[in-house]
């Protein structure tokens, strides 16, 4: 007897893109945790998802651009595929009551089509490196600046790879909080992905720097990059 075929799914009809934070104690979570709060916000808020076809239809919930886990962020996005058609700030005030605390709806917007991750080009970066000596992180973001390629080791779902962590700054300084030093980076996003403690890495290797074990990482914002000023815009606009 022929297997069944599973029931299609009718199309989206409206498509949201969402900007939310990830603050506090949820730096901590996973992609997968993260998604997981997600689906049962989006269930709890009562919001009329689109299905995927198949044998296992799952919400239609598109993430671009997650921030590793142990970083926080102003700036991660994904997109709801809806059944019917909502106010989009109805959505984002739903869906924020609905998701734990550190997990905070920003923007909610219309998609007007395409690629939502293709928008996302670059991030903007604050590392917070307390306990650090000012002088110290200056001398080795000089040199690190002055180097003309950085290469560092990381293990990915493909193994160790190497790649150069330089190319991917577009910007680095330093600047200070009520903590102590921090840097303003501006990273360009690549494949294989450059992250900050990847630059973190580049420094030590360039200058000896040890980061501080409290040094804290927060995504300022992720979207498109402007070659002529080095700023990272906003994709939602």
């Known amino acids: ?3 069944q075929q599973p029931e299609q799914q009718a199309p989206p009809v409206q498509r949201l893109r ?3 934070a990830k603050r506090g104690r949820l730096r901590f979570t996973s992609h997968r945790d993260v998604s997981r709060a997600v689906e049962r916000a989006v269930f709890r808020a009562q919001i009329p998802m689109a299905y995927s076809s198949g044998f296992h239809p799952h919400p239609r919930i598109s993430y671009a651009g997650a921030s590793p886990t142990g970083a926080a962020s102003e700036a991660e996005y994904l997109e709801l595929g809806l059944a019917e058609r909502r106010d989009p700030d109805e959505v984002g005030r739903s869906l924020d009551a609905a998701l734990p605390d550190g997990l905070d709806v920003a923007t909610v917007a219309e998609s007007p089509g395409g690629s939502l991750s293709d928008l ?3 991030s903007a970066w604050l590392i917070e ?5 000012a002088a110290e992180v200056g001398s080795a973001v000089s040199a690190f600046l002055g180097t003309e390629s950085v290469p560092v080791e990381r293990m990915t779902k493909k193994g160790l790879r190497t ?3 330089r190319a991917a700054v577009v910007a680095l300084e330093v600047s200070g909080t009520d903590a102590g030093p921090a840097l303003a980076l501006v990273l360009r996003h690549t494949v294989p992905a450059v ?4 630059v973190l890495t580049g420094l030590a290797a360039v200058s ?5 074990a409290t040094a804290l990482l927060t995504r300022l914002a992720q979207g498109p990059l402007d070659e002529a000023t080095g700023t990272v815009g906003d994709p939602l606009a």
């Open 120 to 122: 996302l080009t670059a």
């Open 163 to 165: 790649f150069d962590c």
């Open 195 to 198: 992250r900050p403690d990847d």
């Open 129 to 133: 490196l307390r306990g650090a000596d």
């Open 208 to 212: 000896g720097f040890a980061t501080p």
């Open 18 to 20: 969402i900007r939310y």
């Open 1 to 3: 007897m022929s297997r």
